[in-house]
Structures are given as structure tokens and as C-alpha cells.
């Protein structure tokens, strides 16, 4: 699988920094306990009850690959290919917009989106050709492929989906239009729902508003700390938001921000599983350092190796934790 994904208008190609020294953070969260779907559904009028994510939950972002989420997280994403972890919200990532390097040959050729000169138009930054949602009947097609891949997420027993590149507009050379994917994301949305999985929309802060008339249920943020998008997002989304920085200015800015209201992850760029040399995982401490100096609370659960809790906004290195992006 491809690992990705910052909204195009932020895309990077910075290298994250690696730690190889790591250890878990544990934070203190607005609903503590363990998932219940029974107390996170949701109904449509006439729909299939959909079970959401718990509001401001830890999370870890595992779409490079899966491993044992660290204690405490409560809302793991994965890829489609890998299997849901026990016991937590899970969310199944697809690549509803683009296509994975190597598959081309997967899919019609009328369905990959050409240039006027009959070139594929690519994303360049990950090697994958764009999907051509331009009329009806393409969409149609294209959904039907990959709301089989949904019908796995929910056979597996996933909670929610991920479509991803969702922006993918942004990088047609002007082929594609915003509502040719508010139009696609939306048969997308329903079939989902109609498998009763809720659907995440993963960035493109600028079509949150629309969200709710989509069937969107939940923000998948990437570096809205970084960007300072955090806002917007609540906008539509409220705290049923997840968001994952690839800087620690980004960490800190999200950290100070919205760390008492978003579920906050430190990943590495390549989301790289645990194990590895590159694997970053942290996230934010929201009490102050006059709790943590008191040690009441969750301070208890937050020393790291060295035994020095971090305070609200302090979420460099003893911040870090077993993990690392797409």
C-alpha cells in the first residue's frame, strides 16, 4: 500500500524526525473507558445506525502497517488489507480517489483521469494516477469497485472508513471539480452507512461544510495544528475529530490548541509500524504542570523513561511513545 497523506496544498516532502529512543505516553481523555458502540451510534432518518467514534480519543494512525496500538489508544486507523484491532474503534483507510502504484491495470482505462494530451494525470508526490469522477456514469463505475473494498472493511468488522484524496481536484490540473467529489464522496457515504460503517472525511477543511448533507460523519485531519485548522474542522465536525501532525512545531501548535478537544497523534511522515527505526508515536498532555508537579491524576501514568511527566503544550522528545507516518 501507498502511505500518505497531507491536504496537497500542504504537501511536504521534509523527512519527520527520528527517535530511536521511545517510550508511551498516557493521557488523560474527556470519555474514559473502554469503546461501547451502544453509546456512540448514530441514526439517519430512515438509515442503518452507524456506530461513531468516541469524541477526543486517543488515537493511533497505523496505515503503513499494522502492530499492537500502545496502552490507552481507543481508535486505531488501518489499512483495508489489514485486520481491525480487538476491542477499539476502528477505521479502515481506502484510496477512493486515486490508485495505488503498481495497479493501474485494475482499472479501466477510461477511469483514470487524462490530460488533454491523453497522459495520465498523476499525483506526483506518491506516484498514483487520479481517478476521472467527471460524469455520472464514471462515478457510478469507480464507486461500485470501491464500495467492494467497503463491504470488506465491514466483513472484517471495521466501525468506519477512511476514503482518502478526497482533494484530489486540487491536483487535476483543474479537470476535476469540487463537486464532482462532494458528488462521488456522497454514494460512497451511503453505501457505507447502508453497511453500517460511518465515514471519516479525511482533510479538505474547505469541504467541511458540506459535511453533514454528504453523510460525513467525522474529520481525519492531517496537520491541522500545522496549518491552523483545528478550528474549522470542530466547525462541522465538533470533537469527533482525529488528527495526525508530521512536525513537532505542528505537535505543539495542535497540543496547545486542541489538545483538551481532538484526539492528537505524533506520527512519522511514512506511518511506519512499530519496530522500526523510524517509528514516531506521541501525544499531547493536557493537564497542567501543576498537576503533574502534584502528581494527581494522570500524571501517574505519564513518566517517561527519564520520570519527568510533560506538561500541557510540551510534546518533544519525553513525549515520545512506540510509533511513526503515511
Not at 505516553?25 to 458502540?37: I, R
Not at 476521472?132 to 464514471?138: P, Q
Not at 471495521?158 to 471539480?177: G, H, M, Q, T
Amino acid at each position: 500500500m501507498a502511505v500518505k497523506q497531507v491536504p496537497t496544498s500542504h504537501k511536504t516532502l521534509t523527512a519527520a524526525a527520528t527517535f530511536t529512543t521511545v517510550a508511551v505516553l498516557g493521557v488523560a481523555w474527556a470519555e474514559a473507558g473502554p469503546v461501547t458502540k451502544a453509546s456512540h451510534t448514530h441514526r439517519s432518518a430512515g438509515a442503518p445506525s452507524v456506530t461513531l467514534p468516541p469524541r477526543h480519543a486517543r488515537f493511533d494512525y497505523q496505515i503503513g502497517g499494522a502492530y499492537r496500538p500502545p496502552t490507552g489508544v481507543r481508535i486505531v486507523s488501518r489499512d483495508r488489507e489489514a485486520a481491525p484491532a480487538s476491542g477499539l474503534y476502528n477505521i479502515c483507510y481506502v484510496n477512493a480517489f486515486q490508485v495505488q502504484p503498481g495497479e493501474r491495470h485494475k482499472w479501466a482505462r477510461d477511469l483514470l483521469l487524462r490530460d488533454a494530451d491523453g497522459k495520465l494525470v498523476i499525483d506526483e508526490d506518491w506516484n498514483e494516477p487520479l481517478l476521472d469522477i467527471r460524469t455520472a456514469d464514471k462515478r457510478r463505475r469507480i464507486a461500485k469497485k470501491v464500495n467492494g473494498w467497503i463491504d470488506g472493511c465491514a466483513a472484517k468488522g471495521f466501525d468506519a472508513v477512511e476514503p482518502d484524496n478526497y482533494d484530489s481536484f486540487s491536483r487535476s490540473k483543474k479537470l476535476l471539480k469540487k463537486d464532482d467529489a462532494k458528488r462521488y464522496i456522497k454514494l460512497l457515504a451511503d453505501h457505507s452507512h447502508a453497511r453500517r460503517l460511518a465515514v471519516g472525511q479525511k482533510n479538505t477543511v474547505e469541504l467541511a461544510p458540506a459535511a453533514k448533507a454528504l453523510g460525513l460523519d467525522f474529520a481525519v485531519a492531517e496537520e491541522c495544528g500545522q496549518y491552523r485548522e483545528c478550528g474549522d474542522y470542530t466547525k462541522s465536525f465538533g470533537r469527533r475529530i482525529v488528527d495526525i501532525e508530521y512536525t513537532d512545531a505542528g505537535m505543539r501548535r495542535a497540543c496547545d490548541g486542541w489538545g483538551d478537544k481532538v484526539g492528537i497523534v505524533r506520527r512519522d511522515r511514512d506511518v511506519t509500524p512499530a519496530g522500526s527505526s523510524k517509528h514516531v508515536f506521541r501525544t499531547c498532555w493536557t493537564p497542567s504542570r501543576a498537576a503533574a508537579a502534584r502528581g494527581t491524576g494522570p500524571t501517574l501514568a505519564a513518566r517517561h523513561a527519564g520520570g519527568t511527566p510533560c506538561g500541557r503544550g510540551d510534546c518533544g522528545p519525553c513525549a515520545a511513545g512506540p510509533g511513526r507516518r503515511r
